[in-house]
């Protein structure tokens, strides 16, 4: 399975994206999705993340209250609904594909990565 993350882009801050991440094949819809971001010179940290069904839903603290994960699995897409923007959420966002069926926080659990999509937040 192949992902391909889209939506990223510059944006003001207090402006807002939408991120899509899209499969290639429908067997995602039985795995946990996530999203992760690198910022430059930081290391690669863990967004949001949405279970097979949709049902649970985990996100980093930085980004709550923010931020809201979804999927349409009649689609096998992901989303990520980026609100209020902030210069310090300038990363290029990955999503992923976790090798079971839950949310994860942790990237050691998810197999399958996405080419990443840049989104710059300006001042």
């Known amino acids: 399975v192949q992902l391909q993350a889209s939506g990223g882009g510059l944006v003001q801050a207090g402006g807002s994206l939408r991120l899509s991440c899209a499969a290639s094949r429908r067997t995602v819809t039985n795995n946990g999705m996530g999203w992760f971001r690198r910022a430059p010179g930081k290391e690669r940290e863990f967004v949001a993340a949405?279970?097979?069904?949709?049902?649970?839903?985990r996100y980093a603290d930085f980004v709550k209250g923010r931020f809201t994960i979804s999927r349409d699995n009649a689609k096998t897409t992901v989303n990520l609904q980026m609100n209020s923007l902030k210069p310090e959420d300038t990363a290029v966002y990955y999503c992923?594909?976790?090798?079971?069926?839950?949310?994860?926080?942790?990237?050691?659990?998810?197999?399958?990565w996405g080419q990443g999509t840049q989104v710059t937040v300006s001042s």
């Open positions: 992923a594909a976790n090798r079971g069926a839950y949310s994860s926080t942790y990237s050691t659990t998810y197999n399958v």
């Open positions: 949405i279970d097979w069904h949709g049902g649970n839903t």
